[in-house]
């Protein structure tokens, strides 16, 4: 029988992320209605920005040329990592497929995030369509310094694996209602507004400020942003990147106590 | 050589909220605690030997699908032990993975937006396959199954026919030493039904694979498997052969017989008793253990110009009918699991 060694998991774990991919990539239509849609969004964000910003220089201590880049970066991001459907894992929970993918010999989990990361990577070529869109019109400032991107990568690292695993987490609600549209609706929403995708969390109410530095979505998207944009320097940036590693490690551990019930729930009561 | 699967008094209970009917019965459902426990699976043993190719048969909600779970590690018994190939199941389920296949004719295994190919690709990555076992192994079973007008073809598009091919496929393609088949035939055509079994056969003998069929058709079962095990009830039924299970259950067997120029309305025989009988046509019954069937045979033609005959083979779907009738009345039948 063959041994378990770190080469084996990751090529089992191709398997699902190719999965992934492929499966965003046999819809080529959707993906171009995609980009055509990240083009429009990016440009319409561009002009209205400057509307608001109507000729003043700072809001809120942030410039305009500042707020317009955030604003573009911020929705390219969360269109690649925020697909219309996180993962096939209520459908195969309905469909009771779920016990097949428990008699392969690689967790249940790990399949899940593999097949999500290629899923994010299949969705790139939105983001770029977005992101040239808002170069053309002059819409995207490049990090000040070279440490500036660096940093921001990491963190953008750090977001998108936040984001994987509470995309992993809400798509695991199906195990107990099996129908998680509503869930998933208020997610989208509540996600969009707090991680900082939809408008900088700079311009938000003092009084929500405390509230939304103790969410974890705050270190999804406008944690990176606020980096790329030189806002965070030296023990700030490191205490940033500390934040966001610390809500990965918590939010794996929640995924997998909730993942042990869930899996309790389907051997034992039988789905 | 000991068995490869071993269960014995396993036993699988599920408790459900218990929705007692009247008014409000959804309302009151959302606050009340109660439930009601079922026994779907009633401490059921029996031994699987390496090699064999079993049927394992029982009306609808007798407990198999329950018990094929408990086998494959996706349910946790209540009380009872399973040892498949020396590990139990739902304790080592990731290097049980490796010892089994399976499929759910009901449900797939396969990635329903990707080509048929990519879901073997993914499969070879999952078990770790060397390049050439795959391709080696793929051509064969693309032989053997006519993949080739579809390998190309998405999952979604597929007819059922084909993409039960391309689930057993996925199921043998890491070339475990157990293939669990839970109704592979269902709602097949005869030519489909056929290459199945063609497969299924092939998989047993050639390679030595252990397989348990679970399946309705009774066809599937005369032409694979010589020996059942039949539940009901969470209980076994009857396990053995099935040569013996028709001796068993047949106590008596049919002679038909066709004459053109007389009337077959007047056949008698002192050895059998006719059942039917038009101008054409008259079918007569007789006990095996009392009279051989050449004794009829001789009695009828030596007396009567008869033109053709026929000695009809005991069914094993009459068999099985009787044996859930029988053992099954249906005012037991108050819990479905």
Redesign the interface.
Known sequence: MPVDTLSTRLIGLRGFYRAGYRSVLAYRSDLLFGIAGLVIQAALTVIVWRVLYDGQDEVAGVGSATAVAYAVLGACIQAVVMPWQFSSLPQRVIRGQIGVDMMRPRSLISQNLAQSLGTIVGRLPIGAGGLVAGLALGGVQAPHTLLDLVASVVSMALGIANIMTINLLVSMTAFWTLEIGGVLILYRFASSFLSGALIPLWFMPAWLQPILDWLPFQAQIYAPLSIWFGTRHGAELLGTLAVQLGWVVVLFLLLQAAWRRAVHKVVVLGG | MPPIIEVSDLTKE??RPDVSPGRFAGTRSLFTRARKTTTAVDGISFQIDAGELIGFLGPNGAGKS?TI?ML?????PTSGTVTVAGQVP?RD????????G?V?G????L????PLR?SF????????MDPVTYRTRLGQFTELLDLDEFIDT?VRSLSLGQRMRGDLVAAMLYAPPILYLDEPTVGLDVVAKGKIREFVAEVNAGRGTTVILTTHDMDDVERLCRRVVIIDHGKILYEGDVELLKAQYVTSRDIVVHCTDFDATTISSPFAQVVSADTVKATLRFDPDTTAVPKVVHDLTSRYPITDLSVLEPDLEDVIRRLYTERTPAAARSTDA
């Open positions: 599920f408790s329950t779970k494959t590690g996706i349910l946790v739902w389920r990731r290097s049980n993975a490796r010892t089994i399976a759910f009901q449900r797939t295994q990635w329903y937006d990707l990519d690709e993914i499969i070879r990555d999952l078990y770790s998405p």
